[in-house]
């Protein structure tokens, strides 16, 4: 009854895939003609990631989820933040889910085949249909936290990458030197990140506020767009430049240190749950021979 059941799913989505597929959804004409004419948009600057087995595994089931119209907006500038290809990534959570929906009925027909226990239907069918939900949605966290995890980096170096800029022009270093400089010096992705914008510029012989903007919209960190309008203005109106640059940084600094405070005073708090049942476990360790005894003796 169990693998009667699972194979008529596997059956309909299977044929859910090849309608998608037979019938993809008809572009209008007005889109189709502004597609013709807009430019070309430049690579991204962010890197990207290497593709793994999952991914190569659920690549079939891609343009069933692209029809569903997965993943959202949000979710789409994440994946930009953390280098990953769209497809990639639904290839991923197809594999996922179609995993978490064959787990549950395989270990029950292991364990039925053995003896172990009697075969049922409620028991596989809901566990298999909240395990592939859970595995399904468990891509769309970890791009999250990732993404999140990427854009403090970015802002962290970005505070040490004005620092060090401001340091250069009070040397007497021009804007693009300076900009050159500061990049040279931190270390890790971020900084990668910056290099890599501005030896963009330096290829593409163009302004180095571009490449930086550019990288500011794909990864989402207003402050690196609000640093690339600030240089824009010094490179074009001859703006005061490092007067900006030094209260920009101070106040990306007084910034991180307020949300760094934040972060300890929550952690603070949710410690606060698990150090009362550690009480509560010991109170009850240490009551409950007493307990035990005064009952024994009524």
């Known amino acids: 009854?169990?693998?009667?059941?699972?194979?008529?799913?596997?059956?309909?989505?299977?044929?859910?895939?090849?309608?998608?597929?037979?019938?993809?959804?008809?572009?209008?004409?007005?889109?189709?003609?502004?597609?013709?004419?807009?430019?070309?948009?430049?690579?991204?600057?962010?890197?990207?990631?290497?593709?793994g087995w999952s991914a190569r595994a659920g690549r079939v089931l891609v343009p069933a989820l692209l029809a569903l119209g997965l993943p959202n907006t949000t979710l789409r500038q994440d994946l930009r933040v953390v280098g990953r290809s769209v497809e990639r990534h639904l290839a991923e959570k197809a594999a996922a889910g179609v995993a978490g929906l064959l787990i549950p009925p395989l270990f029950l027909g292991v364990l039925t085949a053995g003896g172990a226990v009697d075969g049922g239907v409620v028991m596989p069918v809901a566990g298999a249909l909240l395990l592939a939900v859970a595995l399904f949605l468990a891509p769309d966290a970890d791009v999250r936290a990732k993404a999140r995890a990427r854009r403090a980096e970015m802002r962290h170096a970005l505070s040490v990458f004005l620092d060090l800029t401001v340091v250069s022009l009070a040397g007497g270093a021009g804007v693009d030197q300076a900009l050159h400089d500061a990049a040279s010096v931190?270390?890790?992705?971020?900084?990668?990140?910056?290099?890599?914008?501005?030896?963009?510029?330096?290829?593409?012989?163009?302004?180095?506020?571009?490449?930086?903007?550019?990288?500011?919209?794909?990864?989402?960190?207003?402050?690196?767009?609000?640093?690339?309008?600030?240089?824009?203005?010094?490179?074009?109106?001859?703006?005061?430049?490092?007067?900006?640059?030094?209260?920009?940084?101070?106040?990306?600094?007084?910034?991180?240190?307020?949300?760094?405070?934040?972060?300890?005073?929550?952690?603070?708090?949710?410690?606060?749950?698990?150090?009362?049942?550690?009480?509560?476990?010991?109170?009850?360790?240490?009551?409950?021979?007493?307990?035990?005894?005064?009952?024994?003796?009524?």
């Open 1 to 51: 009854m169990i693998w009667a059941m699972l194979l008529g799913a596997l059956a309909g989505a299977g044929v859910l895939v090849a309608l998608k597929a037979a019938f993809p959804p008809r572009v209008p004409l007005s889109e189709a003609l502004a597609a013709l004419q807009r430019p070309a948009k430049p690579a991204p600057v962010a890197d990207a990631e290497s593709e």
């Open 186 to 298: 931190p270390r890790g992705w971020a900084a990668n990140q910056l290099r890599g914008a501005l030896s963009t510029a330096a290829l593409t012989r163009t302004a180095p506020w571009e490449p930086l903007a550019r990288l500011g919209e794909e990864l989402d960190v207003r402050e690196l767009q609000e640093l690339a309008a600030t240089v824009a203005l010094a490179g074009s109106e001859g703006a005061k430049v490092k007067a900006s640059l030094t209260s920009k940084a101070v106040s990306m600094r007084t910034r991180q240190l307020t949300d760094a405070q934040g972060a300890a005073s929550a952690a603070t708090e949710r410690m606060t749950l698990p150090l009362a049942v550690l009480f509560m476990g010991f109170l009850l360790f240490i009551g409950y021979p007493a307990v035990s005894a005064v009952s024994n003796g009524l």
